[in-house]
């Protein structure tokens, strides 16, 4: 039974914007990522997915169940993170989970029982029995992940999940995402404008813009055309990329000036240092580069207008 | 076959997630939840000492008449009635407002601004659901805030009786009255300002404005209602208050109401009649008339019947569905 699957799923609010446009994707289950620019309709689809919208068009299945239709039925299997704050400050950690695995449908003691596991589970110990209130950012992302876990769903759905979180905050959230996956066995679609995020946890990528399905593909396909070889020089960084283009290497300009090569089966080393010294051209910085799916989009930039910085 | 059992002690195993395979009371249970908590928040059950001060100290406060009145029936018997079944809404209107201003916002803004709806809404729960379970929160607190003071009265006028049995059953008519007077109240008060607070995103004015609504517009019209009944009086249904004051009083006394209120109609007529031409030197008679008139109630002034406070608050529970619908249609998860 395939996770999702949409068949020209079409969002336009009454205001004329159209959030999504004719989207037809079918996912398995697995960690997958949900990437655009702010405003590219993630959140849009996301709300569809839990069926708390109802879409101008299309149909969409989530678990086999019909989310236009059924969306009650099918939200006893979805956990969901919303993107903002949510917790209300003057109650416990565990007050609060246990009170949400019981609107879940956990008789009583079950949602006691299962509110201290999550909590155990994201990492929060003595300070659960603390008012929400004083908790730090990142203490807050985890019990928002704690309640979406607790009626142990089959699906888990994330808006931003690391907005706001500093770095050591972000690396613990994403871990917490990956084992969700992994060890949980819960697949987990994961919204978000940071594509460096998504290559650490998801092993799935669906890329939209405007509403509009870019590509959906795993990961690793994702990441394969994007091996480069980016170059810094010093002089003429123009000219130095048309003598790389007329020797045959697939090659364009990247952000800051510098110019970044598609690299086959083995870099073109060679090729860059003979031509520097031809040119009379200084190499600042040449380094391998497989990350910086951003890259990937820019070959569209065309298409993602306003980049995926948002 | 059988090894020998090891005893391990003082380890912690991580046994990693367990899957939930357990029951699953689905919207009900979701609802039930809701509920609970609901009551639970409206005293402060499980909050901290001063969240249980405010609904405390009114709930005290609104049994305070009922204990007088026992005592002094227990002194000096039953014959005297300083506060009866029948006007103890009217009594203790106020702490009913302060109680709904100050609790209700508790119940209601609190979820709205810490946006705590959306983890609601995100479950297997439809939004009728949510309103429902916090309507029948409200309602029933305040029922049992209502019924608590009518049930010290019972048992005063039970134990200062003469005769036990035969006290009992002369009030055996009252007690369904005091159900439905006090079901009356809770459903009508628990609306109203439900619905107010849920249009208010701040606490302090969701307050603020159940106040407004619920005292401050029955001291703002009772004047002008007693002043030119004939002209003013539908502005008695304007006011949630009066509307209840209405429907208790109609509940206790189908009848009276209505022929005290026409019998002081009729004193008016001949009042007004028997005025003599202006500067005239008013009369004994004229004074007292002058006075009992002053006396009279916001009811009697209005003179109207208690199937149009039924009606009104028929209308009121009506708007209060409609604005709570499309309120919480538009709430963003």
Known sequence: MPLLSTSELTKRYPNGVTALDSLTLDLEPGVIGLVGANGAGKSTFLKIMLGLLPPTSGSLTVLGIDATTHGTELRQYLGYIPEFDCLPADRTATDLVTHLARVSGLPATAARERAAEMLRHVGLYDERYRPIGGYSTGMKQRVKLAQALVHDPKLLLLDEPTNGLDPAGRTDMLDLIKRTGREFGISVIVATHLLGEVEEVCDFLVAIDGGRLLRAAPLREFVQETELLVVEILGDADAFLTALLARGLTARMAPGGAIAIETGQEAPFDIVRDLAAEMGAGIMRMARRRDRLEDLFHVDAAVIAGGMHG | ?333
């Open chain 2, 1 to 333: 076959m059988a090894e020998p059992v090891t005893p391990r002690t003082g380890v912690i195993y991580d046994i990693g997630y367990q899957h939930y395979d357990g029951p699953r009371l689905g919207r009900a249970g979701a609802v039930r939840a809701l509920y609970v908590e609901g009551v639970r928040s409206i005293f402060g059950i499980g909050r901290g000492g001063k969240a249980k001060i405010p609904p405390v100290a009114l709930v005290a406060m609104m049994v305070i008449p009922a204990l007088v009145q026992s005592a002094v029936a227990g002194l000096a018997g039953n014959m005297i009635q300083l506060f009866s079944h029948a006007t103890y809404f009217r009594t203790t209107v106020w702490l009913f407002g302060l109680f709904c201003a100050f609790q209700t916002p508790e119940l209601i803004t609190s979820d709205t601004q810490s946006r705590v709806l959306a983890l609601y809404f995100s479950r297997a729960v439809r939004r009728s659901d949510y309103v429902l379970a916090r309507v029948a929160a409200l309602a029933t607190s305040l029922f049992v805030v209502a019924l608590l003071p009518h049930m010290v009265l019972l048992a005063g006028t039970w134990m200062s009786a003469v005769e036990v049995v035969p006290a009992i059953q002369t009030s055996l008519p009252t007690i369904p009255r005091i159900l439905g007077g006090a079901l009356a109240i809770a459903i009508l008060l628990s609306t109203v300002s439900i619905t107010i607070s849920a249009v208010i995103k701040r606490r302090p004015f969701a307050t603020a404005a159940i106040l407004a609504f619920f005292l401050l517009a029955s001291a703002f019209v009772t004047p002008l209602i007693l002043q030119r009944p004939d002209k003013m009086r539908y502005l008695a249904l304007s006011s949630p208050m009066i509307v209840g004051d209405g429907v208790t009083t109609w509940i206790f006394d189908t009848t009276s109401v209505k022929q005290k209120a026409d019998s002081i109609a009729a004193l008016d007529a001949a009042d007004a009649l028997a005025r003599p031409p202006k500067n005239a030197v008013d009369s004994a008679q004229q004074l007292r008339r002058r006075f009992r008139r002053r006396n009279r109630t916001v009811l009697q002034a209005a003179n109207l019947p208690g199937l149009a406070y039924l009606g009104t608050m028929a209308g009121f529970i009506v708007i209060a569905g409609v604005v709570l619908t499309l309120r919480y249609r538009s709430v963003e998860t």
